[in-house]
């Protein structure tokens, strides 16, 4: 039988580049797979249901936090998030590796749960370039740029809580590094 996989949770504040980060590193590292996240956020134009997020209405979330389906779950800017449990037993079991790219208040109870996954905080080199780098995406409104800022400025103070921390000052140069960090931890070369 196959060693079980292990988890890396990926977190850090909104537009901090851990969407971006995390293609490069699935890319790089085919042994990874992306957790499928639930979400009752609506999808934005190009999300597909099941790929990015599966989209789930109010009830459905909270029937499955019922059925305790989700690892973890949390609220962020008025929607609820959660990593449902059947997006990793399954490849875990069989010795695959899954990344779930969830926000701290998840992440905080993934330490609890699973302490043995390896937590890692992306970090901007200024808080200043988070406006900047949401605000160049073009997918929120700027209502919902203020409120992930305003979260952000809690989030920014979690980062003392993580073992890794990954500034993504240049996007290469945080890749590199954030690769390098999985590599060794999954023991590739
Ligand atoms: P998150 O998933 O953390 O919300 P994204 O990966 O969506 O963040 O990145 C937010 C925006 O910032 C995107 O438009 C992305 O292209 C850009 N970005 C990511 N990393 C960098 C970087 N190192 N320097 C400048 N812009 C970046
Ligand atoms: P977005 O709306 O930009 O896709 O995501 C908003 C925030 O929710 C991001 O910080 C993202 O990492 C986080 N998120 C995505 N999926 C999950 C999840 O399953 N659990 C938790 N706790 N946060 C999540």
């Known amino acids: 039988m196959s060693e079980r996989g292990k988890v890396f949770v990926i977190t850090g504040p909104s537009g ?3 969407g971006t ?4 590193l699935l890319a790089a590292v085919p042994e990874l ?3 499928v ?3 009752t956020r609506g999808p934005r134009p190009g999300e597909e249901d099941g790929r990015e997020y599966h989209f789930l209405t109010e009830q459905e979330f909270q029937r499955r936090v019922g059925e305790d389906d989700f690892l973890e779950f949390a609220t962020y800017s008025g929607n609820r998030y959660g990593t449902l449990r059947s997006a990793l037993d399954d490849r875990l079991r069989s010795g695959r590796s899954v990344v779930l790219e969830i926000e701290v208040q998840g992440a905080s109870q993934v330490r609890q749960s699973m302490p043995e996954a390896i937590q890692i905080f992306i970090a901007p080199p ?4 988070l406006r900047e780098r949401l605000v160049g995406r073009d997918t929120d409104s700027e209502e919902e740029i203020e409120k992930r800022l305003r979260r952000a ?8 809580d993580f073992p890794h ?3 993504n000052d240049d996007v290469q140069k945080a890749a590199t590094e954030l690769e390098q960090l999985v590599r060794s931890e999954l023991s590739l070369h």
């Open 16 to 18: 901090v580049g851990k």
């Open 21 to 24: 980060l995390i293609k490069r």
């Open 33 to 35: 797979e992306l957790s």
């Open 37 to 39: 996240s639930a979400t």
């Open 126 to 129: 200024d808080p200043a370039v």
């Open 153 to 160: 400025e809690v989030e920014l103070e979690a980062q003392v």
């Open 165 to 167: 921390v990954v500034v």
